[in-house]
C-alpha cells in the first residue's frame, strides 16, 4: 500500500537541498513515498529535517504545538526531542535510513539513491572528494558567532567551530587545520593585534584570516592587511564582500 509523507525541511544549503530533492523524487518509485511539506499543503507533516545552524530551526520548535512530529536535526546543540542527530558532510542514505525506520515497510527499504552524479555524490570508480574545509569563528557575541556561521553556510563552509575566548581560539587553531578563521578584534582577554599576531603564528598555519572589530579605520584596515588579514570589516561586515571574500577560501 502506498503511503505519501510529507517532510517538513527548515534551513539548508542550496547543494543540502539539492540533494534533499533528489531523494523525494526518487522516493516516488517506492510504496514509501517523501514530499516536501509547505503551508499550502493539507496534511501536516509528519517529519521534521532541521538545520542546526538556522536560527528558524530553534524557532519552529519553540512554537511548534505537534507533539507526533518526528524531529531529524543536523548539527550541533540538538533540542531535547530530537529523534535522531546527524553531523556534517550530511550522508544522505544515512538519514534516509533514519526516515524508513519509522515509515517504510521492511520490502521497501532497497532504496537506490542515484543522485545523478550531483554535487552531492560521486560515481564509485570516481575517487574521494577532498575533506571538508573547516572554519573556526571567535567572538564572544552568540549573535554574532550564530550570524559569521550562517554566512559561512551561505559559501558552502558549512564544517565550523566556536570559541568565546582567545584563549579557546588559539587552542583551536593549534589542534585543527582551518581554512579560514573568522575573529572579532574585541575578544575580552586579550589584545587585539598581539592575539592576531598569536594567531598567525599558529601551527597549523590558517589560510585566511577575517576579522571584525565595532569600529575601524583606514590605518587600521592597512595594519591587518600587513598582519595577514584579508578582510578587516567593521561590525557587521558587508554580506557582499564577506560572502565574495569567503568564496575564495
Do not use: C
Not at 509547505?38 to 519553540?62: F, I, K, V, Y
Amino acid at each position: 500500500m502506498t503511503q505519501r509523507v510529507f517532510v517538513q525541511v527548515v534551513g539548508f544549503t542550496d547543494t543540502e537541498r539539492h540533494a534533499l530533492n533528489t531523494v523525494f523524487r526518487l522516493s516516488e518509485q517506492r510504496d514509501t513515498i517523501y514530499s516536501l511539506w509547505h503551508g499550502g499543503t493539507a496534511d501536516r507533516p509528519t517529519l521534521a529535517l532541521m538545520d542546526g545552524q538556522s536560527n528558524e530551526s530553534r524557532l519552529e520548535l519553540e512554537f511548534s504545538n505537534d507533539p507526533k512530529l518526528k524531529v531529524i536535526w543536523v548539527g550541533s546543540a540538538a533540542p531535547p526531542n530530537a529523534w535522531r542527530i546527524f553531523q556534517r558532510p550530511i550522508v544522505w542514505p544515512q538519514v534516509v535510513s533514519a526516515m524508513d525506520q519509522l515509515f517504510a515497510p521492511a520490502d521497501d527499504l532497497d532504496f537506490d539513491l542515484d543522485f545523478d552524479n550531483g554535487p552531492d555524490t560521486l560515481p564509485p570508480d570516481e575517487p574521494r572528494p577532498h575533506p571538508a574545509k573547516r572554519a573556526l569563528i571567535a567572538s564572544a557575541s552568540r549573535d554574532e558567532r550564530l550570524y559569521l556561521r550562517a554566512r559561512l553556510a551561505l559559501a558552502d563552509l558549512t564544517q565550523a567551530d566556536d570559541a568565546e575566548t582567545g584563549a579557546q581560539a588559539l587552542e583551536l587553531a593549534r589542534a585543527h587545520p582551518y581554512a579560514v578563521a573568522l575573529v572579532d578584534f574585541g575578544l575580552p582577554d586579550v589584545e587585539g593585534w598581539a592575539f592576531l599576531k598569536d594567531l598567525a603564528e599558529a601551527q597549523p598555519a590558517i589560510r585566511h584570516v577575517i576579522v571584525t572589530k565595532d569600529q575601524t579605520t583606514v590605518p587600521e584596515r592597512i595594519r591587518a592587511w600587513r598582519a595577514g588579514a584579508e578582510g578587516f570589516f567593521q561590525k557587521p561586515p558587508h554580506p557582499e564582500r564577506l560572502h565574495n571574500l569567503l568564496r575564495k577560501v
